[in-house]
């Protein structure tokens, strides 16, 4: 090798060490972003690369800047657009990850306590609610809110459980922890929509903070000793959470509490028409409460019968 292509290699090499380039996985050198970047500033052109713009906290109106977030890693969150082309504006779900909700589902089905485990979960759920009632009376925006705050917990837990189990047995879980923390998460999508219309005073979120913490650790026991006896407790008490909505919606109906208008996250997220409102949203969140009730109902079933969950299909997408 001459002595001239010697130090062209050395070069080379020496611009690799300092992070300037980089192989791509189909061969030739690209330029990378690194951390000296971030001392020194960045051009516009990496700006635009690598990370979305987002407006500078406490500034607002014209004199709002926006700064692109440079990072080393390059992790570019994807450009989602409508149907009509116009940006999607949620970040905490996905147009794909939007339904018309089933409004058909019988919200008066109720399961018979037959035996001793339901007898105790159905009168465990109505002890809990005698409490609730008093505390929040006709204040339906409240009882809604502390009741989502409850009502995600459950699925949460359960599929927590079921995934270390799966992790633990290696084998497949039939779909269940899927279908469970579609749950958790289609019920906090019910408080991301309430608290759009209210909010909750200091000692309501000091209440949620204390239900929260002792609900939490009190289904994940019940649940490690016994998960046919949780989710029957869930099945009543997401029978309770329709009766609840019924209430709410007889109220609205009688114009004792006010119709507003839909919020812009309930819309996107039930594939509401644009000029729906709470009555509309009530009715489709009941109808979601009445599908977990069955959803926990029929998990309770398959294991009071002597299988195991993994044995039948989880109704994925059952909302």
Known sequence: MSRSAAVKMSGLLMRQLRGEFSFSPRGGLVQVCHWSSMASGT?????KTHQPPHTVVGETGDKAKTKAIVSYWGVDPPKISNQDGTPWRWNCFRPWETYTADTSIDV????LPTNFMDKFAYWTVQTL?????????????CHAMLLETVAAVPGMVGGMLLHCKSLRRFEQS?????????EAENERMHLMTFIELSN????????????QGVFFNAYFLAY????KLAHRIVGYLEEEAVNSYTE???DIEKGEFENL???AIAIDYWRLPADSTLKDVVTVIRADEAHHRDLNHFASDIQCQGHELKEFAAPIGYH
């Open 129 to 141: 609610k005698y409490p609730t009632y008093l505390f929040f009376q006709r204040r339906h925006m």
């Open 261 to 263: 208008p839909a919020p």
């Open 200 to 211: 909750p005073k200091w000692y309501e979120r000091a209440l949620v903070f204390a239900v």
């Open 43 to 47: 051009t516009k052109e990496e700006e």
């Open 108 to 111: 008066k089905k109720h399961h």
């Open 174 to 182: 039939g779909g269940w922890i899927k279908a469970l923390l579609e």
């Open 248 to 250: 709410f919606l007889i």
């Open 224 to 227: 490690l000793a016994s998960p």
